[in-house]
Structure formats: C-alpha cells, structure tokens
T-cell receptor, first 113, second 114 residues
Framework: KQEVTQIPAALSVPEGENLVLNCSFT??????LQWFRQDPGKGLTSLLL?????REQTSGRLNASLDKSSGRSTLYIAASQPGDSATYLC????????????FGKGTHLIIQP | GAGVSQSPSNKVTEKGKDVELRCDPI?????LYWYRQSLGQGLEFLIY????????KSGLPSDRFSAERTGGSVSTLTIQRTQQEDSAVYLC????????????FGEGSRLTVL
C-alpha cells in the first residue's frame, strides 16, 4: 500500500528565503504526483502536477521535481513571501481508481515578515 | 461554474440527525471525488464518481454514509443518524479526467455533530 510522507510537519522561515519542501513515497510505480496548498479553513488549491514521464514542473516562483527511482518529490519556493504561508500537501497516484491517490499529511509553512 | 462549489459551508447538527452535503463540480468534469479531513489528520478518501457511476463504495466509513451523482453533475453525500465522530470537513473535488488529470477542490463543508 502506498504511503506518502512529508517532512518536516512544520517549517518557519524569514521572508525572502528560498526553501524546499519534501515529499517521499514508498511505491515508486506512480503515474503522477500533485502538489497542493491549503489555507486555513479552505479547500485545496492545485499548484503543480507532474506526470511520471516528467522530471519537473515550474509555475512562477514554484518548481516541483520528481525522482521516481528514489521515491521523492520536492517543491522549491523561491524568494518566499508572507502570502506563501499555508499547508502544502503532496499526493501520489498509483493507479486503479481514485482510491489510488494517496495524500501526505502536509507541511505547515510560516513565512515570517 | 468557475470552480467547485460546496454547500453548506458550515453545518451544526444534533447526534442522530441526517445531513446532506452538496457538491457542484466544474462544468464538463467527468470525475468527482469526496474526501474527509479531520482536525490534524490527512485526507481520507470516501468515494469517487466517473459520470454518475461510483465503481467502488468501500471507502465509505459505514453504511450510514451514501452518495449519489445525477446528470453527471451535482453530487450529494448523505450521512444518516450522525455521530460525533462524523464531525470533520468534507471536501469535494473534480477533474476533467479520472485521477490522471489535475484535481480542483471546493472550499469544503464543515460538519459539527453535537
């Protein structure tokens, strides 16, 4: 059964720093991996979707990489801003129906002004 | 609509009452998903629809939970005889293509059972 782990569970950094959030998964046979952010009391907002054939995806200050062989994905945030404060979740899709999509528990990120 | 819409946004009910949660997906999205998020916990998968069909209902926590989707659009999640452990945020998502496509989530329905 796929397990997705996100470490650290919480992270606090000063504004302007570049930072990396980690996501690891136990079954490397995934079809895609998706990163989301969740603001308090809100739903999830999709940030980046990486297909298994891709190594990375970029959107603005965000860059997500995928290394299937090592079971890892990273989300790189450049020049962090207070508005980036949120919980970031990754989800790996291992196939089958929708129950094949496994979410991590997230990294709670605080950017200090 | 422009995004996934869920209602009600907040629901407080008494133990033993039935509740209905509604999800209106993005127009044209064939796949629809229900998740539950409890305080401090990850997302728990409940059920998904491909069109109006729910191929696998085994993710529903108990037989008090049921879901349907009509017209390939709106879905309702019904919880009968609510219990305090049903208190959570119920999130709905939709995608153009089942799972291999990008998922778009609604804001959620926060259910509190007293």
């Amino acid at each position: 059964k796929q397990e997705v782990t996100q470490i650290p569970a919480a992270l606090s950094v000063p504004e302007g720093e570049n930072l990396v959030l980690n996501c690891s998964f136990t079954d490397s046979a995934i079809y895609n991996l998706q990163w989301f952010r969740q603001d308090p009391g809100k739903g999830l907002t999709s940030l980046l979707l990486i297909q298994s054939s891709q190594r990375e995806q970029t959107s603005g200050r965000l860059n997500a990489s995928l290394d299937k062989s090592s079971g890892r994905s990273t989300l790189y945030i450049a020049a962090s801003q207070p508005g980036d404060s949120a919980t970031y979740l990754c989800a790996a899709y291992s196939g089958g129906g929708a129950d094949g999509l496994t979410f991590g528990k997230g990294t709670h990120l605080i950017i200090q002004p | 609509g422009a995004g996934v819409s869920q209602s009600p946004s907040n629901k407080v009910t008494e133990k033993g009452k039935d509740v209905e949660l509604r999800c209106d997906p993005i127009s044209g999205h064939t796949a629809l998903y229900w998740y539950r998020q409890s305080l401090g916990q990850g997302l728990e998968f409940l059920i998904y629809f491909q069109g109006n069909s729910a191929p696998d209902k085994s993710g529903l926590p108990s037989d008090r939970f049921s879901a349907e989707r009509t017209g390939g659009s709106v879905s309702t999640l019904t919880i009968q005889r609510t219990q305090q452990e049903d208190s959570a945020v119920y999130l709905c998502a939709s995608s153009l293509v089942l799972v291999t496509g990008e998922l778009f989530f609604g804001e959620g329905s926060r259910l509190t059972v007293l």
